[in-house]
């Protein structure tokens, strides 16, 4: 399952099954100034329903580090359900909340929570678009295309 780009197939799977209802998303960027930390605090809450009760989807999550992955109430191993950029969800209900927390990345390329250190006035500058991997081929997504 590892990979860090959503198919087309994929997406359209995903977005069959999966209805989002809301997103809760809390960052921690307070040592963003400082370039040896190369990432940040991220837990993100999911409302959502499913189309059919017991199937299975995934989260994006382009991370160094997932720390919990909470499933309804129900915590999951994390070494288990996370590969790479994805984390498995299995035996879903009709109705399901998810809650991730982890360690997101700075990136340097636009997507994402982008970092940019100005050599201009020595500031540095984040911003982002709540991009997450594209289909063809970083805060989790679930619903596509995202």
Known sequence: MSNQNLRRDEAAT?????????YDVSLDV??????????????SV??????????STFLDFISSQVHSVFLNGKGLPVADVVDGSRIRLDNLQAENQVTVT???????SGEGMHRFFDPADGQCYLYT?????????SSPT?????
């Open 129 to 137: 678009q709540y991009e997450p991997p594209t289909p063809a081929g």
């Open 14 to 22: 995903r977005s069959a099954l999966i209805t989002t209802h809301s």
């Open 102 to 108: 982890g360690t997101a990345l700075y990136s340097t």
């Open 142 to 146: 679930l619903s596509s295309p995202t």
């Open 46 to 55: 999911i409302n959502f329903s499913a189309g059919e009760p017991g199937s």
């Open 30 to 43: 307070r040592q963003a100034a400082d370039p040896d930390v190369a990432g940040y605090t991220s837990r």
